[in-house]
């Protein structure tokens, strides 16, 4: 599927249909949540903060909302999200945030923070390039969760083959610690749930079908099972794309209340966004 289709079936289609006609409706909170919660994404011994802060808001062609900023101020925003408890930094290749990551790593002990990356390559050649390059821009040794980015036909497990076993082949060397998948339509939805070489989705998801695959009971009904598999499960469009922006309670209860996502990316423009993001989180209950 062409980027500029899929845009316009993302934008105007599944998503605009579900919004004018009903969401779905959380149910209580059976407990106390924060952003800083300790989280392990699936079955991969994977340790983080339960929000990742997302580098890519309208991120596309080497840059984002968030890599505009310059390097010091993102590194600055990531390093603040740090102090406050946030353990997880979301980049990609196609936001252009690797050096503002990276500057945001001279500060950590790696160790102590989650990286997660993602990359357009679909062959086995430009994975092993992308491998190396993600690492020299990121400025660390290993990549915690790398990503297939932006996923959309049906039949991915078997047409990328080559750069799935080249991932495999990372994993088992060190170079990378889990590998999975960022689906942009429900058919690579379905197929990620069922291949057993996913350790970690990356899944659209808000009460009002914004920006999704399918509408929500469609999509909870994969990451369902999804996680019966024992996957990780991370979510995205939790403010639908800013089609939340001013109903974010409902949309953190949402997401918080499935019970389904072991953590979720949010891309905070602003060390006040920031904060507000992780109080509002703690207090939707």
Not at 35 to 44: F, P, V
Not at 111 to 120: F, G, H, I
Not at 240 to 245: D, E, L, S, V
């Amino acid at each position: 599927m062409k980027r500029r289709d899929f845009l316009v079936r993302t934008a105007f289609g599944l998503g605009t249909t579900w919004l004018t006609s009903k969401a779905v409706v959380a149910a209580p909170l059976p407990r106390k949540f924060a952003a800083t919660d300790t989280i392990q994404l699936g079955k991969t011994g994977i340790h983080t903060s339960r929000l990742a802060m997302g580098t890519g808001t309208n991120g596309f062609g080497h840059t984002s909302k968030q890599s505009s900023m310059g390097v010091k101020s993102l590194s600055g925003l990531l390093l603040n999200g740090y102090d406050n408890g946030l353990r997880f930094f979301d980049s990609a290749d196609a936001y252009g945030s690797h050096p503002h990551v990276a500057e945001a790593l001279k500060s950590v002990k790696r160790d102590q923070v989650t990286v997660l990356t993602k990359s357009w390559t679909r062959d086995a050649k430009g994975l092993r390039a992308d491998l190396d390059r993600f690492r020299q821009e990121l400025g660390t040794d290993y990549i915690d969760v790398f990503l297939l980015h932006c996923l959309t036909e049906g039949d991915w497990t078997e047409r990328y083959r080559g750069a799935m076993d080249v991932l495999s082949e990372a994993k088992q060397k060190g170079i990378i610690r889990a590998h999975g998948v960022s689906c942009h339509s429900i058919e690579a939805l379905r197929a990620a749930a069922k291949s057993p070489w996913v350790d970690v989705d990356l899944v659209r998801i808000n009460p009002i079908g914004a920006h999704m695959d399918a509408d929500p009971d469609t999509v909870v009904s994969v990451i369902k099972e999804m996680k019966a598999a024992g996957k990780g499960v991370i979510g995205m469009k939790i403010l639908g794309q800013g089609a939340m922006r001013d109903r974010q309670d409902e949309a953190l209860k949402f997401a918080l209340g499935l019970g389904l996502l072991d953590s979720f990316t949010i891309g905070a423009e602003n060390a006040k966004e920031q904060q507000d993001l992780i109080r509002r989180i703690s207090a939707v209950a």
